[in-house]
């Protein structure tokens, strides 16, 4: 075909649009880099707004079902809503790649579900075993109440145990608290070595302040999801010190980190991106290269499997492979806050 | 001795339960006091930090400047809400309007869509991530007080809920302009009998009780050092429920509920878990009504 | 014999205010009686207190040889009495004929089944039937029939206080309360007013009311209550209370 | 009867016009204004026709789609059940949290119910190990009759249809009843009617546990029509889109609170094309429908005279004196 | 003669598509009471609140002092020395006796106060108790009292008796007789048109949005018309 059309279905309204305006703006550049490859065909991506609200997610997955044109879907960004539109997606035999949703379940829905994330059965385990070689062995955990936190507590807690650790306190929070003062408290009574964290930036620029507010220097952990500038913005020099993983980093001086990321300052007044957007555009390049094997005639079909055969893609978050239950394993690296900044640190 | 543990929770409790109380106050005068259904003073409250914030990072000012940028903000926002979403409404002189349920919460339903407006214009213009204040304006200094850490932030809300507080008793109760405002909410047509220009009287209140939301907004922006379009819509809930568990009309009322709101959150935090602490807050908000089917604070209905 | 209604040593405080204070009274079966007394003088306060308005702060009240006080005021009005209020409550944004049939209603074993069911069950069916009969018959006997599908929010004045007679008549109570019926009516229509009432006692209804024009009461009433200050100051024929000079000088004014 | 006869018909007739489209996102916009057509037409009976704002609507509409989804997914119970289960277990929620608080009056009424509805949220979302809490749960099973499957776009469609025109046809006689006026009493005065004999406490409970029964419903419908739920999709902004529907169709008017679900369910979908501005779009349509029509679209009272003018000569032909007086005054 | 206090002229008002007073025209002279009468549902209450500026009127002009008030916002009528005691009383049952007779005194402040309450002596022994707890006449007394507080030049009672005992009424009708002597001018509507033939200098009856009848109260109280219609039948 000559043009092949995919379906983002995301939120570019509402609470949470600020991660849905990223990946669009990642999924354009991917796209125009590709449209400007010289393929014999070009990718049209039809965008949705979802608002993050399952309703609307169902609608446009129905909608993206119609549109016979439509081989490919990427998103939504909150478990919830692409679980709600993956049974759409089953039932249509249409492939589903997000390149956010960490539900346990997710990809077990259909063959059609994939996702480019690493999932907490992998980051949680790697984690527990960093914070053990620095000799912590009694660590509280904290994470928000998502299924995605959800995911931290149990990948980390189960792997702290194997490590003969000792979980001394571990609870959830509703996303959007404000005040973690006394959360804080409560966790500083527990004494543990450390703390890890499952949130995202917003909430944890809120905890780290408030935990130097509160003089507390116990170690924070954790995970790639707070990976974003933003936290550093926000938290200042509350910061400083958090230990957390990521499988991007845009100091990463190869061509393809560099050129994303160049691309992305000139679309952002010179921000870099963090580990989100980097994974809805290495989630898009990974479909359009799917959509590029399943030529000539690309189907729905075909791209699915052409979509479950990416083996070691190169992307900004590392090679992707997709594992046969449709995870993506991924590389982990570690990181620090130092001096304002992400440093990877080599241990 | 007591555990220093369990005073650290309670004075973040009481913080807490100031910054609900700062939200309150405004919300109060209007919804409660001049007894209009108005959902949208989480938006003003939210226009209030972005004022301020724009100022911050335009011109850098002093801080009292800034809070006087949001205040302006705040008073305009105000009158404009008043001309656009509820004035409208008082065109209606027939008395199966008048007495009408449907026009009563008419103006429930276009404050709320100003709110919408506003909210998704805001996410227009500023994005909806959250935005970080300069450092240097934040009110988040350490202060230590015997066992218990606060924030130099803790000590600025109290000042100047405080003083919303006592300002706002005395202008109720000891002014023409107070009287005025309680007669309007309580018999908008005998207050034109008695000569009180009603329009007037009703903008004055909403400029006022919008210049404190702002005024909120931009603390509470300040004290969290983050400013986003949804900011106003946590605090606006915790405001209402306070507003109504201290009995609708009286301001200290709300603000007693506020502190017992953040209160009990911070002790369902410290006894059973975080997710569950607003379970505590409201499980309280219901008790309370069965007890006081009337609010704390509020009056009685009136006689048959 | 028993009393139709029995008031005994009732008092309500208000505060600092007694607004009725120790009073005993009853009204017979098929009487019409009247309640007179100066303003404040706790007369819609009584009402108010045998209805179930206003809890009692002593004393009781029986109605039909059985104890009321305590009761709400649903529960009073299921036993039969019915009021209508001083000033004017009528449903404004419900239909003339709407408003009646709440009085109906209230009267019948309510429920959301026999609402739901109705048309398929005998019992709902009836149910359905007979509150819109009595309701019909209401509106009748007030003569507002024409007005049936009116807004009661667009009622002029008068028609409005025979629309909340109609209401309590809907109940087809045993003992009918007026407060005040006449209030702001002038003469003529008073005096058709007195004629509807003495109507409705004719056709054995115990009435009693408040009122201040006195051209009805002692019209109309065949036995007057009066009250001052809480108290009941005087209690007999209307000619009675009319030389009574504790009527005269607490209420009536010397002259009139 | 006229009004479900017309309604019965454009929802039969729908599919049709559908059909010419081929689209199922047609009908997945159909189905998910219907069962907002539920909703909304269930708290009108609180909030419309009794006067209660009702803020905590959403959290009865979950528990409806957490029995239907739990008793799918533990144990394996269909549609067919799970309908009326759903139904049931809501009212019962509903009655259960009714009794302390129902004797509540206008605004502590309305904080009273967003208290309940926050917590039952809470509930949903932190009760992991009942609810499965923020994970979500999946419900297996689509729509079926006594194991003959209905999950076919028609069918599903059909079945959406028939279960919320049944609904709003209940409803409706509920509320246009002697019992929707003993209602309508206590939202115009509540001390007036306790006077006549109407025991407002509990008509107030029975109308909030009936409105939840059908919230139920409709989240029965909604967990196995998606496949899906998770706490998220009965947040507070959902009760107030609810109350927003009820209000915008007219206060007190059923076909207005249809119409408003219908207009707030199809309006941010129709406004697609908008892009990031559709929700400001929907906003001000909201705010100029209100403005120009401030009862609503079909407030109580147009839609009172449009049953008059409609019914003019019924009314008067039915009077006590034509012998057939009798089972007016509603139809 | 001097222009009169109060003028009104052609004076057409409608509620909706409704039109209730078509064409009215009547004048209060300088110290003078009018009496209105009229039936139930007439447009009375109609014609005095637009004269206080409640309702707007669609046609015709209202002078007060020779200024033209018709569709002036109410609170500066008010301020010019118009009050009423309105239909419904309008009292702000929330606030104490106290505060709603500050109220009505506004800007002119509490000048009057004793006197006022020199007049009706319950009220003050209830000068702290919320207005909406008194009775159905405490209340009507404090409507009168308010808007006596102002010191007005023309009063506007509409239905000043409704609800007191027979004794207060006659104290009312007292009151105005009173009032006027201080040289208050008085529009009054009344159901008791016997009373207000009474006390009144001009009448006027209205029916159905029009004045059908008018002119010197003693005139009027001998019309058979009257006496039929408003008097209960038998001529005075
Ligand atoms: N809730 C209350 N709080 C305080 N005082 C009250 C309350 N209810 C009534 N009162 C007082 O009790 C007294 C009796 O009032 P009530 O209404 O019974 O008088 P009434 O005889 O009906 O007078 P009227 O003829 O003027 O209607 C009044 O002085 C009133 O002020
Ligand atoms: N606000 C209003 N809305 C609708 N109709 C009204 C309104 N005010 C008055 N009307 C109608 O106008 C007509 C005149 O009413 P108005 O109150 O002026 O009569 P009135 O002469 O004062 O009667 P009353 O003796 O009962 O006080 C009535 O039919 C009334 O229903
Ligand atoms: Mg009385
Ligand atoms: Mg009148």
Known sequence: ?347 | MFDPYYLQQLAIGLSLGMTYALMAIGFTLIFGVLNVVNFAHGEIYTLGAFAGLVLISATAPPIVAVILGALAIGALAGFSLERIAFKPFRRFTDEASLKSRAMRESTLLSSLAVSIVVREALEIVFGSQMRSVPFDYLINTPVRVGPVILVTGDFIIFGVAAAMLIGLQYLLTRTRVGLAIRAVSNNPLGAKYVGIDTDRTIITTFVVGSMMGAAAGILMGLYYGAVFPAMGFTPGIKAFVAMVMGGLSSIPGAVICALILGISESMATTFVSSGWSDMVAYGFLILTLIFFPNGLFGARRERV | MTHLLEIRNVSRRFGGVQAVGDVTAHVDEGELVGLIGPNGAGKTTLFNLISGFTPLSGGSVAFAGRTISGLKPNQVARLGISRTFQNLRVFPNMSVFDNVSVGAVGALPQGAFGALFGGFHKGGRNRSAEISRRSWEALEAVGLTHVAAELAANLPYGQRKYLEIARALAMRPRFLILDEPAAGLNDTETRDLAAFIKRLHGQGLTIMLVEHDMTLVMGICQRILVLASGRKIADGAPDAIRSDAAVLEAYLGVDE | ?331 | MTAPLLSIADLHVAMGPQEILHGVRLDVPEGAIVAVLGSNGVGKTTLMRTVSGIYRARQGSITFRGQPIANMPAHRIVQLGLSQAPEGRQIFSNMNVRENLVLGGGEVGLGELDRVLAMFPILSERLRQNAGSLSGGEQQMLCIARALMRRPTLLLLDEPSLGLAPKIVAQIFDLIGRIRAEGVSILLVEQNARAALRIADHAAVLEDGRIVLSGPADQLRDDPRIAEAYLGGHAH
């Open chain 1, 1 to 347: 075909a000559d043009t092949v059309k995919l379906g983002y279905q995301l939120p570019l309204t509402g609470d949470t649009a600020q991660y849905g305006q990223d990946f669009r703006k990642a999924a354009e550049i991917a796209l125009t880099e590709f449209n400007a490859a010289g393929k014999p065909f070009k990718v049209e991506i039809v965008f949705e707004d979802s608002r993050s609200d399952a309703k609307e997610g169902t609608n446009i997955a129905r909608k993206f079902v119609d549109d016979k044109e439509i081989v490919g879907v990427l998103g939504d960004f909150t478990s919830g809503v692409s679980m709600a539109a993956a049974q759409v997606y089953k039932d249509a035999g249409m492939p589903q790649l997000s390149q956010t949703a960490s539900h346990p379940d997710y990809t077990k829905i259909s063959k059609y579900q994939f996702r480019n994330i690493a999932t907490q059965a992998q980051e949680g385990p790697y984690n527990a075993k960093w914070m053990a070689a620095k000799g912590f062995k009694n660590v509280a955990v904290i994470a928000e109440q998502t299924d995605w936190g959800q995911s931290v507590v149990g990948g980390f807690s189960d792997a702290v145990k194997a490590n003969g650790g000792t979980v001394a306190f571990s609870e959830f929070f509703n996303r959007g608290l404000k005040d973690y003062r006394s959360l804080i408290s409560k966790i500083e009574r527990a004494k543990p070595d450390a703390i890890y964290t499952g949130f995202f930036y917003e909430d944890g620029a809120q905890f780290l302040k408030q935990l130097q507010q509160l003089g507390i220097k116990t170690p924070v952990y954790s995970t790639s999801a707070a990976y974003s500038p933003k936290l550093i913005e926000l938290a200042g020099g509350a910061a400083e010190g958090v230990h957390l993983t990521s499988n991007f980093l845009p100091t990463d001086p190869s061509p393809n980190v560099q050129h994303f990321v160049e691309e992305w300052k000139k679309r952002s007044d010179g921000a870099v991106p963090g580990q989100f957007p980097a994974q809805a555009y290495d989630a898009v390049r990974i479909m359009l290269a799917a959509v590029e094997r399943a030529q000539p005639s690309p189907t729905r079909e075909k791209v699915r499997d052409a979509l479950a055969q990416t083996r070691d893609f190169p992307g900004v978050t590392g090679k992707t492979t997709f594992s046969a239950d449709r995870e993506a394993e991924k590389d982990l690296v570690k990181v620090e806050v130092k001096g304002g900044a992400f440093v990877p640190v080599a241990e």
């Open chain 4, 1 to 331: 009867m006229v009004p479900a006869l017309i309604l019965l018909l454009v929802f039969a007739a729908l599919p049709a016009l559908l059909a010419g489209f081929d689209r199922g996102y047609f009908y997945q916009i159909a189905n998910l204004a219907l069962i907002f057509v539920l909703l909304s037409a269930s708290m009108h009976l609180v909030t419309g026709v009794a006067g209660l704002l009702h803020l905590g609507h959403a959290a009865f509409y979950g528990v409806g789609a957490y029995t239907a989804a739990l008793l799918t997914s533990k144990l394996g119970l269909g549609f067919t059940v799970t309908l009326p289960l759903s139904g049931l277990v809501a009212a019962l929620v509903a009655f259960l949290v009714a009794l302390p608080t129902m004797r509540l009056v206008s605004i502590y009424f309305a904080v009273a119910t967003l208290a309940i509805g926050q917590m039952l949220y809470l509930v949903m979302l932190n009760w992991v190990d009942f609810t499965k809490g923020p994970n979500g749960i999946i419900v297996s099973k689509g729509f079926e009759l006594f194991g003959v499957s209905l999950s076919g776009r028609l069918a599903a469609y059909y079945t959406v249809a028939a279960v919320v025109t049944l609904s709003v046809v209940a409803i409706g006689r509920l509320s246009h009843s002697y019992y929707g006026n003993a209602l309508r009493s206590i939202r115009e005065d509540d001390q007036c009617a306790d006077a006549m004999g109407v025991s407002t406490v509990r008509l107030k409970m029975e109308a909030f546990t009936l409105s939840a029964f059908f919230a139920g419903v409709a989240g029965s419908l909604w967990a196995h029509m998606t496949g899906y739920i998770s706490p998220g999709d009965f947040k507070f902004s959902e009760s107030i889109l609810i109350l927003a529907m009820v209000v915008v169709g007219g206060l007190g008017s059923l076909p207005g609170a249809v119409i408003g679900a219908l207009l707030l369910i199809l309006l941010p979908e129709g406004l697609r094309a908008l892009g990031d501005f559709r929700n400001i779009m929907v906003g001000l349509v909201m705010f100029l429908s209100i403005l120009l029509l401030p009862k609503g679209l079909l407030g109580e009272v147009s839609a009172l005279r449009l049953v008059r003018r409609q019914l003019g000569a019924a009314w008067r032909n039915t009077g006590p004196g034509t012998g057939k007086g009798e089972g007016i005054g509603w139809r």
